[in-house]
Antibody, heavy 123, light 107 residues
């Protein structure tokens, strides 16, 4: 069964870089699919951050593209997020999720999701 | 970016009620529309994909319909575990975007 688990510091200082990893079990991330980060500020809605394919191709939300780096480590079966120059507005629960894409009509959806990890930006 | 607008933003209902939540896209997205359920402190859970397909393990009281720009999520008979927040999400084009959520509360 495919499972995802986020990890990383729960507190980051303003202007520093937020770094999170998503450990995947039950599937080799280098085989297929797109691997994603999504965030949710406290009490608010969901924002897609970006996606990295099994071969390392990346796609980003234009609102964050200048600050986001995604990477894949197939030897450890995990993928990572780095978000530079953080501010209080980046305080959120960060989720990782697989993007499942059908082969016949490219319908796609996020499933499963990790449990999420809260990152607070504060000095 | 494609904007997703859900209505209502909040809804009070009773166990056994039939409930409908709507989601409107700012442009046509065919059937590239997914629904998620989120309970407090938990990750969103996929309920409906491709507008009307029920995810494995999701009770049949949940159903989705629509195409183009207008979609609905219907719960035929509310159960206590259904009181949660529901989000729609378009998967037609990047950046993927979500509705603002509908908070379903117990009346």
């Amino acid at each position: 069964q495919l499972q995802l688990q986020e990890s990383g510091p729960g507190l980051v200082k303003p202007s520093e870089t937020l770094s999170l990893t998503c450990a995947v079990s039950g599937y080799s991330i280098g085989r297929d699919y797109y691997w994603n980060w999504i965030r949710q500020p406290p009490g608010k809605g969901l924002e897609w951050i970006g996606s990295i394919s099994h071969s390392g191709t990346t796609y980003f939300n234009p609102s964050l593209t200048t600050r986001v780096t995604l990477s894949l480590d197939t030897s450890k079966n995990l993928f990572s997020l780095m978000l530079a120059s953080v501010t209080a507005a980046d305080t959120a629960v960060y989720y990782c999720a697989r993007l499942y894409i059908t082969t016949w009509n490219k319908e796609n959806w996020f499933d499963p999701w990790g449990q999420g990890t809260l990152v607070t930006v504060s000095s | 970016d494609i904007q997703m607008t859900q209505s209502p933003s909040s809804l009070s209902a009773s166990v056994g009620d039939r409930v409908t939540i709507t989601c409107r896209a700012s442009q046509s997205i065919s059937t590239y529309l997914n629904w998620y359920q989120q309970t407090p402190g938990k990750a969103p859970k996929l309920l409906i994909y491709a507008a009307s397909s029920l995810q494995s393990g999701v009770p049949s009281r949940f159903s989705g319909s629509g195409s183009g720009a207008d979609f609905t999520l219907t719960i035929s008979s509310l159960q206590p575990e259904d009181f949660a927040t529901y989000f729609c999400q378009q998967s037609y084009s990047s950046p993927y975007t979500f509705g603002q959520g509908t908070n379903l509360e117990i009346k």
